[in-house]
């Protein structure tokens, strides 16, 4: 498997423009704001949502400034996303950090999430680019109602298979659509083209949150959180689901009863492993990740793109 770092190759002048822009954007007179965006910065991930908005412009022709804007806005969106994401479940780490609500409470977080977001919007603005800013403010609105929606599931014990594809397609998937979706309309007019990106990026958000689900029932501490800890919050997750599915209603009762008094998550967690849980969304994430190979076999991929390829099979293959 290629790692990440070589699929960045392919485009790491793009990406150090990137990293340039992203940096101009956030900074702020605002000295308490400055502090706050250095930390969020020093913390960033590995690039893997602005990486796969410049691989799918180049699929479809030459990457150009406005690819750059597009990944600078996916990259405002999912940071906001994040630090709001963990004011509402009150995680206060994360991948082995302390997050902004855990170092300055939720009232500034809240409001640097909200300044991420204006910059994102200005940023379209100024520039002219009210499609890239149509795509991504239907994005935001799809992840809020996901919010809800895993609110909702979580209050109700709502382990429905279609309740989980609902949540993962409006959450996950839709921002990494929005990644495919923004860089196909940075070198593209044709929408044809930007709906089949958008399915895309659906069938690749779906099968990465797959494996994040998985990560969940793997050794503590390769994500920056106990093992079960989903289960412990309450978030329906695939394998728990399907292990649902599976067990007879003596089983559920027990097993709800455990979640409910978050009691025992070792033996919920054997449960999963001894119905399949684990094995059984391995095959339906490969199955997802196929449906989005398909598609990129529509165009002249292998020729002209084979990172994409790469970076597709990186999604499940990848240990974080």
Not at 226 to 235: A, S, V
Request: hydrophobic share 40%; aromatic share 8%.
């Amino acid at each position: 498997m290629n790692t990440l770092d070589q699929i960045k190759i392919n485009v790491s002048k793009e990406l150090k423009e990137f990293d340039n822009l992203f940096s101009h954007y956030v900074n702020s007179p605002v000295p308490l704001l400055n502090i706050l965006i250095n930390h969020i910065i020093r913390r960033k991930g590995k690039q893997f949502r602005p990486l796969l908005v410049y691989l799918s412009a180049k699929l479809h022709g030459e990457i150009n400034n406005k690819t750059t804007i597009a990944a600078t806005l996916i990259e405002l969106l999912h940071t906001a996303t994040l630090i709001h994401d963990d004011i509402v479940d009150e995680t206060f780490e994360r991948r082995g950090n302390l997050s902004v609500n855990a170092l300055w409470k939720s009232k500034k977080a809240v409001l640097i999430g909200d300044y991420l977001l204006s910059q994102g919007m200005l940023i379209a603005i100024n520039n002219n680019c009210f499609d890239l800013l149509k795509t991504i403010s239907e994005s935001v609105k799809d992840m809020s109602e996901a919010e809800l929606l895993q609110i909702t599931a979580k209050r109700k014990f709502d382990f429905r298979r279609e309740t989980y594809f609902e949540i993962i397609s409006k959450k996950t998937a839709s921002l990494i659509s929005a990644c495919t979706i923004t860089g196909s309309q940075t070198t593209t007019n044709d929408v044809t083209i930007h709906q089949k990106m958008k399915l895309f990026g659906k069938y690749l958000g779906i099968a990465f949150q797959i494996k994040d689900d998985i990560f969940d029932f793997q050794k503590s501490g390769i994500i920056g959180k106990p093992i079960g800890n989903d289960l412990i919050e309450n978030k329906i997750t695939l394998p728990f689901i399907l292990s649902f599915e599976e067990s007879s209603i003596t089983e559920k009762k027990d097993i709800l009863k455990m979640l409910f008094k978050k009691k025992d998550i070792q033996s919920v967690n054997e449960y999963i492993k001894r119905k399949k849980g684990i094995e059984n969304s391995i095959q339906i994430m490969i199955e997802y990740k196929n449906k989005s190979l398909k598609i990129l076999s529509d165009f002249d991929v292998m020729k002209r793109n084979s990172p994409l390829i790469d970076l597709v099979n990186y999604t499940i293959d990848r240990n974080l």
